[in-house]
């Protein structure tokens, strides 16, 4: 199993621009959510979803949008790109039920300018 | 006041020393995970306890749900456990998790 990859790793956008951070995970979890992680701050939720089809908004969901069309993918993009979305950016998987220990991509880091 | 508390903040420690990482939390909580990151690295998940304790080679994880506390236990540290570790926790019935901001772990030879 992969487990949970993200691409791409590194990105550097203008502002204004858009774009799409893909995230895949390959254990069948119903779970998926992207968070954001900025110095000084822990992991912060942008949005989640519990299955397909379903999507919800986590703590800071302003200027991101997320679709859930399949099990096994949830791309996170950026309508236009802000340097306050200058973070690093992680997608996470867990089994609704059982013991729920999450699953995290590598991340990808993405800067602004 | 943030919802989930670690301390330190930053740790110092010579290999083979005995590490303790704490966190406090104020909200009900179904679980809690304690995760690993390298710098520049992913977040790997080490531990995730709703009661009593739990040990993995040399990590050791308690939690108190009375005193809403648990603590990360390290023996016999080496460089390699040089890392963020980071407490989180899951409320009630949803699967949200609530992330405190880490320790900084540096283990010197």
């Known amino acids: 199993n992969a487990g949970v990859t993200q691409t791409p790793k590194f990105q550097v956008l203008k502002t204004g621009q858009s774009m799409t951070l893909q995230c895949a995970q390959d254990?069948?979890?119903?779970?998926m959510s992207w968070y954001r992680q900025d110095p000084g701050m822990g992991l912060r939720l942008i949005h989640y979803?519990?299955?397909?089809?379903?999507?919800d908004q986590g703590e800071v969901p302003n200027g991101y949008n997320v679709s859930r069309s399949t099990t096994e993918d949830f791309p996170l993009r950026l309508l236009s790109a802000a340097p306050s979305q200058t973070s690093v950016y992680f997608c996470?998987?867990?089994?609704?039920?059982?013991?729920?220990?999450?699953?995290f991509g590598p991340g990808t880091r993405l800067t602004v300018l | 006041k943030n919802e989930v508390e670690q301390s330190p903040q930053n740790l110092t420690a010579q290999e083979g020393e005995f590490i303790t990482i704490n966190c406090s939390y104020s909200?009900?909580?179904?679980?809690l995970h304690w995760l690993q990151q390298h710098p520049g690295g992913g977040i790997v998940s080490l531990f995730m306890?709703?009661?009593g304790k739990k040990k993995h080679g040399r990590l050791i994880a308690t939690i108190n749900i009375q005193e809403k506390h648990s603590s990360l236990h390290i023996t016999a540290s080496h460089p390699r456990d040089s890392a963020v570790y980071i407490c989180?926790?899951?409320?009630?019935?949803?699967?949200?998790?609530?992330f405190g901001t880490g320790t900084l772990l540096a283990v010197q030879p």
């Open positions: 306890l709703s009661s």
């Open positions: 909200v009900g909580i179904s679980a």
């Open positions: 254990m069948n979890h119903e779970y």
């Open positions: 989180a926790v899951k409320g009630g019935a949803t699967n949200k998790l609530i």
């Open positions: 979803s519990v299955g397909a089809g379903i999507t």
């Open positions: 996470a998987s867990n089994r609704q039920r059982g013991t729920g220990e999450q699953f």
